[in-house]
């Protein structure tokens, strides 16, 4: 086969190997299942928001999610307070998603405009949006969960490859491939990793990189109540601050030569030093015992419904 050709092939079995990882990523880790939480709860708006504009004969309607203007020009029917309410709704979710992956979300503000603007009391069942203002910065290092996620996700890229390179492929090509895919947040967590961590440790680093990343998507973020309460403060679910936390607790214990595999171990001692309950095994353990009671599947059901 062509060297070009060879080279496209091996980038789209990266790309196949990393995208997924995304998908496990959303669908395995705490932080994901947050994330996606988000985003239902704002597809129930609209579910809601549509059926009740159906309930006034209207057919079709076009929303204009984050444009006022064009809301205040189209809406002059019965429906538009609760169009606006979905907004000021929607606003809320993407707030809070955009406040736990680092970004400094301006649309906080916003929505508390909008609060006043809709005249909603504080009685009703909406949030006070200043209540999920984070208390410290959003983010350490100006780091974003997106480069986190990124840069687990760019390990695969490298598995990949080491795939091709067991298959015969030329040492030269794979490396060319994976250092064309190597940049940017694929390397943020890496780099931040040579700042707190060292490359040069008796620990080995790429370890010592996945786990810091596993411990900053597993926080009890998306469990149930009486693990929700155990949360002290942002630092302590927020992502990005996880990862640094993490990191400098790695720093200071004395590591076994390969701590992957002695994960349950390392892990214990670096939530035991942050004072992290619980830990990522815990969590695990909690999520299999929810999904396995029937309980969780009578809420799952009728959340679908
Ligand atoms: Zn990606």
Not at 169 to 185: A, Q, T
Not at 287 to 293: K, V
Request: glycine share 6%.
């Amino acid at each position: 086969m062509p060297r070009t050709e060879l080279r496209d092939h091996i980038l789209r079995t990266c790309t196949v190997h990393h995208e997924l990882h995304h998908v496990r990523q959303l669908c395995s880790t705490p932080l994901g299942v947050f994330l996606c939480m988000n985003r239902l709860r704002t597809l129930n708006g609209v579910a809601i928001a549509l059926s009740r504009i159906a309930e006034t004969g209207a057919d079709s309607v076009a929303i204009p999610l984050r444009d006022w203007a064009r809301l205040e020009a189209s809406c002059s029917k019965p429906w538009s307070p609760e169009l606006r309410k979905f907004d000021y709704w929607s606003s809320l979710n993407e707030s809070a998603a955009g406040a736990m992956l680092g970004y400094r979300s301006m649309s906080i503000g916003r929505a508390l405009q909008e609060r006043q603007a809709l005249h909603i009391d504080q009685q009703t069942d909406l949030p006070d949006p200043s209540t999920l203002t984070p208390n410290a910065p959003a983010s350490p290092l100006g780091l974003t969960a997106t480069d986190l996620l990124e840069s687990e996700a760019h390990m695969h890229d490298g598995m990949a490859c080491e795939m091709w390179r067991h298959a015969g492929v030329s040492d030269d090509l794979v490396v060319e491939v994976h250092e064309g895919l190597s940049h940017g947040p694929y390397m943020r967590a890496w780099e931040v990793l040579g700042d707190i961590f060292g490359y040069d440790r008796h620990a080995r680093p790429i370890d010592v990189l996945l786990l810091a990343l596993h411990l900053s998507f597993f926080s009890p973020l998306a469990l149930t109540k009486p693990f929700r309460e155990q949360i002290r403060n942002w630092e302590d679910v927020q992502p990005c601050w996880r990862f640094v936390r993490s990191l400098e607790a790695l720093a200071a214990l004395t590591l076994p030569e390969r701590p992957l595999e002695e994960y349950g171990d390392v892990c214990s001692q670096v939530c035991a030093r942050l004072g992290w309950s619980p830990t990522p095994t815990e969590i695990a353990m909690e999520c299999s015992r929810a999904l396995s009671s029937r309980k969780s599947y009578n809420r799952i059901s009728l959340m679908a419904g």
